[in-house]
């Protein structure tokens, strides 16, 4: 448990974002990174590369938590990258769909490949609306009864 004056300290200074997504184990996801370019002179200059892949691991806390993100790339290599949640460098992450997984270590998605290594998902919804407009959504009405008769 982390102390709470550190932790008052961090959302003081404006080191914790607000509007990250709630990632989970499993998920599929875009991370947009920010990368630092060399640029001539006293020039930064940044580009943003896109890392997609599962979420294997998450890490919660303030400052110190981070999502380990698998893709496979050219020729089937396994690449693992770490982000933390926290970082300026994140531009933004996108959740793609929702993985059913029973655990919150992914971590045997290393020894596995191809068709093996497939996650059931549920697919994201962009409009998270209250559990009453979800539910009303799949029932039908007495009109459409009606004419189903």
Known sequence: MKNPIITAFEKKKGLLKENLPDIRSGDSVKVHYKIKESGEGD???????????????????????????????????????????????????????????????????????????????QFAVKDTGTATNQASATE???AEDSSLN
């Open 140 to 142: 039908t009405t007495p």
């Open 43 to 121: 020039k930064e200059k940044f580009r943003i590369q896109i890392f997609e892949g599962i979420v294997l691991r998450r890490r919660r806390g303030t400052t110190g938590s981070s999502v380990t993100v698998r893709k496979i790339s050219a020729g089937g290599i396994g690449v693992e990258r770490v982000f933390p949640m926290h970082s300026p460098f994140i531009e933004k992450i996108e959740i793609l769909s929702r993985g059913v997984v029973r655990r919150s270590r992914l971590y045997y998605l290393r020894d596995l490949a191809g068709k093996a290594a497939r996650i059931r998902s």
